[in-house]
């Protein structure tokens, strides 16, 4: 059965850097596209970053785009997500996702960017 764990998360000041891990067990993420997502109090849960299973292809949602960057490391079996500038609203449950003919999800790191 596959999982995944991620971790990273925490309380960070405005302007500061946090970097999200997402660790794979159970399967190989080689074949599988990763995405980022995140929920907000009282939101849905939205997409803000995706990478190809080969990763030649990113996609960020415009609140995150310059800031944050998505990247890979399959030998390791990892994901990350570089979160760069963060604002208070940016606070949030962020997710992880490996996307193939199944479909994985992350129990989720809360991120609070708060001063």
């Known amino acids: 059965q596959g999982q995944l764990v991620e971790s990273g998360g925490g309380l960070v000041q405005p302007g500061g850097s946090l970097r999200l891990s997402c660790a794979a067990s159970g399967f190989s993420i080689d074949m599988y596209s990763m995405g980022w997502y995140r929920q907000a109090p009282g939101e849905e849960r939205k997409a803000i970053a995706y990478?190809?299973?080969?990763?030649?292809?990113?996609w960020y949602a415009e609140s995150v785009k310059g800031r944050f960057t998505i990247s890979r490391d399959n030998a390791k079996n990892l994901a990350f997500l570089q979160m760069d500038s963060l604002k208070p609203e940016d606070t949030a449950v962020y997710f992880c996702?490996?996307?193939?003919?199944?479909?994985?999800w992350g129990q989720g790191t809360l991120v609070t960017v708060s001063s």
């Open positions: 996702s490996a996307i193939h003919s199944e479909v994985y």
């Open positions: 990478l190809s299973d080969r990763g030649d292809i990113t």
